[in-house]
């Protein structure tokens, strides 16, 4: 098994910048990517960036890649997802996923994490 913790989401304005964490325990060995996903409310969650552990790969939605940032340090084994220039269609709550190959599906994401909360406001 594999945990998933997400920090550092928050209410920022618009504009503004975030970095969330996502902080993996457990038979992580067992996966090799670490992606980011987002669901707004009443909308399907979507997929936002993945990257190896390696960091061979990394890939991002493409609306996204030019404020949104994915990284990783894997002493810590943690992965991060800086937010920069955000704006009210951000909010969502952003959730992490461990799988083997950085997917945009979501089927392809063993464990998840609870999610953390982003609010953008105007």
């Known amino acids: 098994q594999v945990q998933l913790v997400e920090s550092g989401g928050g209410l920022v304005q618009a504009g503004g910048s975030l970095r969330l964490s996502c902080a993996a325990s457990g038979r992580t060995l067992n996966t090799n990517t670490m992606g980011w996903f987002r669901q707004a409310p009443g909308k399907e969650r979507e997929f936002v960036a993945a990257?190896?552990?390696?960091?061979?790969?990394?890939t991002y939605a493409d609306s996204l890649k030019d404020r949104f940032t994915i990284s990783r340090d894997n002493a810590k084994n943690t992965v991060y997802l800086q937010m920069n220039s955000l704006q009210p269609e951000d909010t969502a709550v952003y959730y992490c996923a461990a799988g083997f190959l950085p997917s945009t599906r979501m089927d392809e994401y063993v464990y998840w994490g609870q999610g953390t909360q982003v609010t953008v406001s105007s």
């Open positions: 990257q190896s552990w390696s960091g061979s790969r990394t």
